[in-house]
C-alpha cells in the first residue's frame, strides 16, 4: 500500500473520531508487552527461575504496574498452555489467565494441595487461560451496536498504520474487517502462498485473523474489545506478520 493511502487512512480515522484521544501511549504499551511474550516465548526457562509455591512469590505484572499480580511460575504455566490451544493470546489476556492461576494455586496450598498435585486431575493452566479468554472469544452478555464494531475498526487501523506497528491496510470486504499486506516474512497462505492477512471485530463475538483466501483457517484473538485491546491485537498482527510466532495457521 502506498503511503498516501496510509496517510487517507489515518486522516479518515482522525476526522471520523475528532473525540478519540490519542492512541500513542496504548499502541507503546501493547508492542512492549507482545515484545515481553515474545521473549518468554522464545525463553521459557527465563520466566520460571523459581520453584513454584502457589502462594508465595507474586509479582506485578510485568509492564504493566496497575495490571493483575502473578508469579512468574504461573506465567510461563499459562504461556505454555497457550501454545497447544487453538487461539491467539494477547499479553493481557495472559497475565490475568496468569493471576487467576496464581490466584488457585495459592487456593490449594492453603489445604496443603502442591501446585503439582493439580495435575492429575486436570490441566489447570489450560482451564484458567481457556476461561479468561472465553471472556473475549464468546458472544458478549450485550452484543455491540454497529457503532462500536467500526469504532473498533477505526482502532485497530489507527494502531496497524502507526510507526510504532508500521503495517499497511487496506478496506475488508465487510466494514468489521481490515487486510493487512502481507511481508516477506508471514506465513505462506491462500492458492498460491501470497495470501494477505484479515483481522476482523464482530458484534456477537470477539476478534480474529486469517489469510485473505477462500478457506482459509480462521483464529481467534483472545483480547479486549476497547482502545487498548485493539492496540494489543494490532501487536501481535505484527508479530504473525512479522513471522514471530511461525505458522499459527497451521493445523
Not at 108 to 120: A, L, T
Not at 138 to 146: C, D, I, K, S
Amino acid at each position: 500500500m502506498s503511503n498516501d493511502r496510509v496517510d487517507e487512512l489515518r486522516e479518515i480515522v482522525r476526522a471520523n473520531r475528532p473525540e478519540t484521544p490519542d492512541l500513542s501511549t496504548a499502541i507503546h504499551a501493547a508492542v512492549d508487552r507482545q515484545a515481553s511474550a515474545l521473549r518468554a516465548h522464545r525463553e521459557p526457562d527465563s520466566a520460571s527461575a523459581t520453584e513454584p509455591t502457589g502462594s508465595e512469590g507474586a509479582m506485578p505484572a510485568t509492564g504493566a504496574p496497575d495490571g493483575p499480580a502473578y508469579t512468574a511460575e504461573a506465567y510461563a504455566a499459562v504461556e505454555k498452555a497457550s501454545r497447544s490451544l487453538r487461539c491467539l493470546y494477547v499479553p493481557s489476556v495472559l497475565e490475568q489467565a496468569a493471576a487467576l492461576l496464581t490466584d488457585l494455586w495459592a487456593a490449594g496450598g492453603r489445604h496443603g494441595v502442591e501446585p503439582k498435585e493439580w495435575d492429575w486431575a486436570g490441566n489447570l493452566p489450560s482451564s484458567a487461560l481457556e476461561v479468561v479468554a472465553s471472556r473475549y472469544t464468546h458472544v458478549p452478555l450485550t452484543e455491540r451496536t454497529g457503532d462500536q464494531v467500526v469504532a473498533l475498526r477505526r482502532d485497530l487501523v489507527e494502531a496497524l498504520t502507526s510507526a510504532e506497528i508500521g503495517l499497511s491496510v487496506q478496506n475488508g470486504p465487510r466494514l468489521n474487517m481490515v487486510v493487512v499486506e502481507r511481508l516477506p516474512q508471514t506465513p505462506r497462505g491462500g492458492y498460491h502462498g501470497n495470501a494477505n492477512l484479515i483481522v476482523g471485530i464482530y458484534a456477537n463475538g470477539g476478534w480474529d485473523i486469517s489469510m485473505n483466501a477462500d478457506g482459509a483457517t480462521v483464529v481467534s484473538i483472545a483480547a479486549p474489545a476497547t482502545k487498548a485491546g485493539a492496540a494489543e491485537v494490532a501487536a501481535l498482527v505484527r508479530a504473525v506478520a512479522h513471522g514471530e510466532l511461525g505458522n499459527p495457521f497451521r493445523s
